[in-house]
Every structure is written in structure tokens, then in C-alpha cells.
């Protein structure tokens, strides 16, 4: 009843709005994004590679890799996306890594949690793990934005999450203008495990912001069998 109370009385003192069209919203207990705003999430819904996770033709064959995916070496079970980096995706990524504001996580789990429940990839799932940061780079941005992300997708699937045992060892090169043979490169080698028994026998969901070419999901999916996981599913808000 309290903190219905305070609650009540924060929206009349600070109004809650939409972090991407500033428009009024009813209550304080949203994700912070309005209705509106989500319908205009570019979702895949369907005719994806069951591998990448790339869109295909409603044609293709998902029971072998697309022609995104087919040559390159990808170490995870499977990765999905929400959806298209743009759009509301792409202002929630760009806010929460820019801005520096932890509630653009919220929608981000929110999307990410319901993905894994429509496709039941958190059943039997075991951990919840992010993609690290290097130190230099989380001192400079203050925070790991996959983190942010995965604690969200960690209580809403009611999941553990593991921050300290995948590290990233190497403060790698920006890969924005990379090839995909030059990304797969520059992860190699990038990331550590420090206890590989925390990770033994487990089926881990692997949570970024982005995915591009899967190189740096792939390669801490690498770590993460080395050390004796069972099975390793990417999840990320957008592709």
C-alpha cells in the first residue's frame, strides 16, 4: 500500500514519459516505452536461419545455414535477435550506451526475456551471461551495457547470471569497419574464463545489445564450451 502511495504521488510530482517519444505514460510501473513506440519494433518473427538468426526468404531452407552464416565459424548453438537495428531498437541500444542511463536496459531485457520465452529457449537454461567489456573500456563508459541488459533478462526468465567468470582480455579494435575474416582476428584470443567449473555441464544464454557477424558472441561461445558448457544460445536485442 506504501509503495503504491509513493508511487501515486511520484507521478504527479515527476511524470513518467517515454524515453523515446517523451509522450506521457500512465503509470510508473512500465517499461518506459509507450505502446506506440513498441509497434514500431521491426521484429523477426519468422523465416530466420536457425543458426544466425538472419532473416531468409520465406522460401529457404532453415535446416541449413543461410548464405550469411555458411562460411563463417560460429561456435554457438544458435543466436536470435528482437529485431533490425532500427528504429526504436536502434534508439534504446544508442541511449543506453551514449546516454548512460540504465532504464534503456529495461525494455531492451524486457524484449529479449519475452523473445526467449516464445521460442522456450530458457527452458532448461541454466545461466544468464553477458558479453564483457575490457576494463579500460568499462572504466571509460562506466558500465557494461550487455550487463545492464542481462541483469534484466536474468530476473525476468528467473535465471542466475554470471558477471565475474567470462572476461574479456584483450581491449580489442573497434570492429565497425572490419571484414567478417578481420572481426573473427581481432576476438581471437579476447576473452578468458577464470572458473571454467562454473560453467561446466551448463546451457548458458548469451546476452549483447548487437549482433553483427557473430564474431565476438562466437568467440566467448568458444570459451565458454572450453570450459565445459553444454550448450551456448545467443540472445541480442537487435542484428
Do not use: W
Request: with cysteine; glycine share 4%.
Amino acid at each position: 500500500m506504501l509503495d503504491a502511495v509513493l508511487n501515486a504521488l511520484a507521478d504527479l510530482i515527476y511524470p513518467a514519459h517515454c524515453l523515446l517519444c517523451e509522450k506521457h505514460l500512465p503509470n510508473r510501473g512500465t517499461i518506459h516505452v509507450c505502446n506506440d513506440c513498441l509497434a514500431e519494433v521491426s521484429s523477426f518473427d519468422r523465416n530466420i536461419c536457425n543458426k544466425c538468426g538472419h532473416p531468409t526468404g520465406p522460401y529457404a531452407r532453415n535446416d541449413k545455414r543461410c548464405p550469411n552464416c555458411r562460411n563463417a565459424r560460429l561456435h554457438f548453438r544458435r543466436a536470435v535477435a528482437v529485431g533490425r537495428y532500427r528504429g526504436p531498437i536502434k534508439k534504446l541500444v544508442t541511449g543506453l550506451k551514449f546516454r548512460c542511463d540504465s532504464m534503456y536496459a529495461v525494455p531492451l531485457g524486457k524484449m529479449i526475456s519475452d523473445l526467449a520465452t516464445r521460442l522456450n529457449l530458457h527452458h532448461n537454461a541454466d545461466l544468464v551471461v553477458p558479453v564483457p567489456l575490457h576494463r579500460t573500456r568499462r572504466a571509460e563508459r562506466g558500465f557494461n551495457q550487455s550487463e545492464l541488459i542481462a541483469q534484466e533478462v536474468s530476473e525476468r526468465l528467473r535465471l542466475p547470471l554470471s558477471i565475474e567468470n567470462l572476461r574479456r582480455i584483450r581491449n580489442t579494435a573497434t570492429q565497425t569497419r572490419f571484414t567478417r575474416a578481420q572481426r573473427e582476428r581481432n576476438m581471437r584470443e579476447a576473452f578468458s574464463v577464470s572458473r571454467p567449473k562454473h560453467f561446466d555441464d551448463k546451457i548458458i544464454l548469451l546476452i549483447d545489445d548487437v549482433m553483427t557477424t557473430g564474431a565476438t558472441t562466437s568467440e566467448c561461445a568458444r570459451m565458454l564450451y572450453d570450459a565445459g558448457a553444454l550448450s551456448v544460445t545467443v540472445l541480442t536485442a537487435a542484428r
